[in-house]
């Protein structure tokens, strides 16, 4: 994409572009420390903007901060479409889920503010940013020490969590109009969590087709992911150590010899598995 631009211009144009395009690429996928740093603000950032999604649609207080979103709808459109433009095969963006995500996202922040004074739905599609989790992940792998040595936990958590939010959206959604039970997100997050758990207290319930078939759903995958969760933090499925000959530093915790080289390992335990 930015090739074809380029083509046609004047020389001096061109090369300015030519480098504007080679800092945007440095910057979102370089090495370099001012690419860390920069990713660091990105990373920061998409922590903010979930953050401030997940309270206005908990609150319903989104539509008193109609400039907020604006703003970030704004500052999301230059990311997505710097993002795609430093893409050397630009048209790949068009495949990924998460660039409709985004679009979708900014759609949404745009649509409250100039359609409709405060769109239940509107807020509802803003909590698909925390899909976005996904992306920090990718970069936090690559750029964070920290985070590599804890990372089956924190995907876990992830998991989970991602899965709450987005399911309670949906039941929001599916549910508000024909349940007078769920009126706020926040019912919808307590009959959430409360199925996930397998408590059941009763006191909200769903009727329709669609509610139940939603609710099996929580039910069965909810528990698998909190399950990976409790096994991820007290037994984890592999242990960190790094291999002396071949430098592999993931193990199942029963390793003797190193699965890439067959070097003897001497994996610290306590006796027992």
Not at 31 to 48: K, N, Q, Y
Not at 103 to 111: A, D, E, K, T, W
Not at 150 to 155: A, F, K, L, S
Not at 181 to 196: M, S, W
């Amino acid at each position: 994409m930015g090739r074809g631009l380029a083509e046609g211009l004047p020389e001096e144009t061109s090369s300015r572009w030519s480098r504007f395009l080679q800092t945007l690429r440095e910057l979102y996928f370089g090495f370099s420390p001012m690419s860390r740093r920069f990713r660091f603000g990105l990373l920061i950032f998409d922590v903010i903007t979930i953050t401030y999604f997940v309270v206005t649609t908990i609150t319903g207080t989104a539509a008193a901060f109609q400039v907020i979103d604006v703003v970030i709808g704004i500052l999301l459109s230059i990311d997505l479409l710097a993002r795609t433009v430093a893409m050397r095969r630009s048209l790949l963006q068009l495949r990924s889920a998460m660039f409709y995500v985004d679009l979708v996202v900014i759609v949404s922040l745009f649509g409250s503010v100039f359609f409709a004074q405060d769109l239940a739905l509107a807020r509802v599609l803003r909590m698909l940013r925390v899909l976005r989790s996904y992306r920090l992940v990718v970069d936090l792998r690559r750029d964070s020490p920290w985070f590599r040595r804890r990372e089956e936990v924190i995907e876990a958590a992830l998991n989970l969590v991602v899965f709450v939010f987005i399911t309670t959206s949906l039941v929001f959604v599916i549910e508000r109009p024909v349940n007078d039970e769920i009126n706020t997100f926040v019912d919808a997050l307590y009959y959430t969590v409360a199925t996930l758990t397998t408590t059941g207290f009763g006191d909200i319930t769903v009727t329709d087709t669609t509610g139940r078939a939603l609710t099996i759903v929580i039910m069965v995958v909810g528990v698998g992911l909190f399950l990976r969760l409790v096994q991820a933090i007290f037994r984890p499925a592999k242990v960190t150590y790094e291999c002396p000959r071949c430098g592999l530093a993931k193990h199942d915790l029963d390793a003797v010899h190193c699965k890439h080289c067959g070097e003897v390992v001497n994996i610290p335990t306590e006796g027992a598995v």
